[in-house]
C-alpha cells in the first residue's frame, strides 16, 4: 500500500470510530474504505469485522451489571448459542460466496443497513412502547430464537445496521425493557463478532495491514468521538451519516448495475 491508501484507511477508520461514539453508523465509513483502496469485497468484509470485534466486546463487558439481572440459563444461554450459530454461518457463507457475488450483493446490503438506520429513531420509539406496556413479560419463545438466530446470520455475514435489527427482533420475543435490551444486543454483538472474526482469521481472510493501520483509526477516532458527544448535536451528526449512507447506497448500485 501507498501513503494515500494508509492515508484513507486511517481517515475512514477514524471516522468510523468516531461516529460509532457518537451517532453510530461506523460501517458506512469503514467498509466502503477498504474496498475504495482495493481490497477484494469479501475480504474488506472481513477485516471491517475483526476491525469491530474490540469495540464489541468491550462493550458487553461495560453492561454486564444489568446481565446480571437476567437468568442466565433461561435468557442468555439459548440467545448466546443463537448468536454463535449464526455468527458462526454467516461467517463462512460470506467465506463461500466470490468477491463478484459479493459485490453485487454489496448495494443491497447497504441499502437494508441505510433503510434501518434512517428509521432506527422511529423503531426505538416502538421499543419505548413495549417497555410500558408489557413489562415484566420477557421470555424467550422459539420464534424469538429463529429471529435472533437469523439476524445473527446476517450480523456474521455483513453486520451493517444489526444493532437495530437485533433491538427489533429483542423486543418483538419478549425482552422489553431498553436498559436490558441494550446490554443483551452488546452481548450478542460480541458473541457474533468474536465468532465471525475468529473464522475469518483462521480462514486467512483478514488483510493484516489495512486491519492494523484502521484499528489505529477507530481507536483514536472512538476516544475523540467520545470526548465531543457531550456538546454536539446527535441529531445533525445522524442527518450527516443519513446523508452519506444514502450517497453510498446509490453510488454502488450505480456502479454494480448501471
Known amino acids: 500500500m501507498d501513503l494515500m491508501q494508509i492515508a484513507l484507511i486511517a481517515l475512514g477508520g477514524f471516522a468510523a470510530g468516531a461516529m ?3 451517532a453510530g453508523g461506523g460501517t458506512f465509513f469503514s467498509f466502503p474504505t477498504l474496498l475504495a483502496v482495493g ?6 468484509n472481513a477485516t471491517n469485522a475483526v476491525a469491530l470485534w474490540p469495540a464489541s466486546v468491550s462493550a458487553a463487558l461495560a453492561l454486564r451489571p444489568e446481565l446480571r439481572r437476567l437468568s442466565f440459563r433461561r435468557y442468555l444461554v439459548p440467545l448466546m448459542i443463537a448468536a454463535a450459530a449464526g455468527g458462526l454461518a454467516g461467517g463462512l457463507l460470506l467465506l463461500l460466496t466470490s468477491n463478484q457475488m459479493f459485490y453485487t450483493l454489496v448495494p443491497w446490503l447497504l441499502l437494508l443497513a441505510t433503510l434501518l438506520f434512517t428509521f432506527s429513531a422511529w423503531l426505538g420509539k416502538q421499543v419505548a ?13 422459539p420464534a424469538g430464537f429463529c429471529s435472533q438466530l437469523v439476524v445473527s446470520l446476517y450480523g456474521g455475514f455483513f453486520g451493517a445496521g444489526m444493532g437495530i435489527m437485533m433491538i427489533a427482533s429483542l423486543a418483538i420475543s419478549g425482552h422489553t425493557q431498553i436498559a436490558r435490551i441494550n446490554a443483551i444486543k452488546s452481548l450478542m454483538s460480541s458473541v457474533i463478532y468474536s465468532v465471525a472474526a475468529l473464522t475469518f482469521i483462521i480462514a486467512g481472510a483478514v488483510h ?5 493501520i484502521m484499528l489505529v483509526g477507530t481507536i483514536s477516532g472512538g476516544y475523540c468521538g467520545g470526548l465531543i458527544a457531550r456538546w454536539l448535536p446527535n441529531i445533525w451528526l445522524r442527518r450527516v451519516v443519513t446523508v452519506i449512507a444514502w450517497s453510498l447506497t446509490l453510488y454502488y448500485f450505480h456502479d454494480v448495475y448501471a
Not at 412502547?129 to 419463545?141: F, I, K
Not at 493484516?208 to 492494523?212: I, N, R, T, Y
Open 20 to 22: 460509532n461514539a457518537l
Open 39 to 44: 481490497i477484494a469485497p469479501v475480504t474488506a
Open 129 to 141: 412502547r413495549l417497555d410500558t406496556a408489557q413489562r415484566g413479560r420477557e421470555h424467550l419463545t
Open 208 to 212: 493484516w495491514p489495512a486491519l492494523g
